[in-house]
Protein backbone atom coordinates (compact mmCIF):
# COMPACT_ATOMS: atom_id res chain seq x y z
CA UNK A 1 0.00 0.00 0.00
CA UNK A 2 1.34 3.64 -1.16
CA UNK A 3 0.63 6.63 0.92
CA UNK A 4 -0.06 9.25 -1.41
CA UNK A 5 0.10 13.35 0.09
CA UNK A 6 -2.95 15.09 -1.13
CA UNK A 7 -1.76 16.34 -4.62
CA UNK A 8 -1.07 12.35 -5.58
CA UNK A 9 2.56 11.95 -4.37
CA UNK A 10 3.82 8.92 -3.26
CA UNK A 11 5.29 9.31 0.24
CA UNK A 12 7.83 7.26 1.78
CA UNK A 13 11.25 7.30 4.26
CA UNK A 14 13.78 9.83 3.15
CA UNK A 15 10.55 12.42 2.63
CA UNK A 16 9.13 15.76 4.55
CA UNK A 17 5.69 16.22 4.60
CA UNK A 18 4.19 19.36 6.07
CA UNK A 19 0.64 19.62 8.01
CA UNK A 20 -0.74 22.27 10.25
CA UNK A 21 -3.19 22.18 13.05
CA UNK A 22 -4.77 23.89 15.59
CA UNK A 23 -6.06 27.73 15.73
CA UNK A 24 -3.90 29.23 14.94
CA UNK A 25 -2.48 27.05 12.64
CA UNK A 26 1.20 25.61 13.76
CA UNK A 27 2.79 24.89 10.57
CA UNK A 28 4.93 21.49 11.47
CA UNK A 29 7.20 20.33 8.91
CA UNK A 30 8.07 16.20 9.66
CA UNK A 31 10.46 14.09 8.41
CA UNK A 32 9.36 10.27 7.21
CA UNK A 33 11.02 7.71 8.84
CA UNK A 34 10.65 3.69 8.39
CA UNK A 35 10.61 2.24 11.73
CA UNK A 36 10.12 -1.99 11.55
CA UNK A 37 8.20 -1.19 8.16
CA UNK A 38 5.84 1.40 9.81
CA UNK A 39 6.21 5.20 8.27
CA UNK A 40 5.99 7.86 10.81
CA UNK A 41 6.18 11.91 10.61
CA UNK A 42 8.66 12.65 13.52
CA UNK A 43 7.56 15.63 15.16
CA UNK A 44 10.06 16.37 17.79
CA UNK A 45 8.49 19.27 19.75
CA UNK A 46 4.79 18.64 19.55
CA UNK A 47 2.63 16.09 20.93
CA UNK A 48 3.01 13.21 19.38
CA UNK A 49 6.78 13.29 18.70
CA UNK A 50 5.74 11.28 16.17
CA UNK A 51 2.56 9.91 14.10
CA UNK A 52 2.21 6.54 11.68
CA UNK A 53 1.61 8.40 8.75
CA UNK A 54 -1.07 5.98 7.88
CA UNK A 55 -3.29 7.60 10.93
CA UNK A 56 -2.00 11.03 10.40
CA UNK A 57 -5.23 12.20 8.00
CA UNK A 58 -7.61 11.65 10.86
CA UNK A 59 -5.98 13.97 13.30
CA UNK A 60 -4.67 17.27 10.47
CA UNK A 61 -6.54 16.30 7.85
CA UNK A 62 -4.26 17.30 4.67
CA UNK A 63 -0.85 17.01 3.98
CA UNK A 64 2.00 17.47 1.58
CA UNK A 65 5.39 16.43 0.94
CA UNK A 66 7.46 18.89 0.62
CA UNK A 67 10.02 19.15 -2.50
CA UNK A 68 13.83 18.40 -2.02
CA UNK A 69 16.47 21.25 -2.14
Same mark, same amino acid.
Given at each position: ?? %?? +??? /???? &?????? #? ?12 ? %?? +??? /???? &?????? #? ?22
Amino acid at each position: MS %IR +DDD /GQPV &AAGDTI #TFSYGIPGTRVEAP %IV +DIN /GTLF &AMTPGH #TPEKCKLADLRKYVGVFWKLKRK
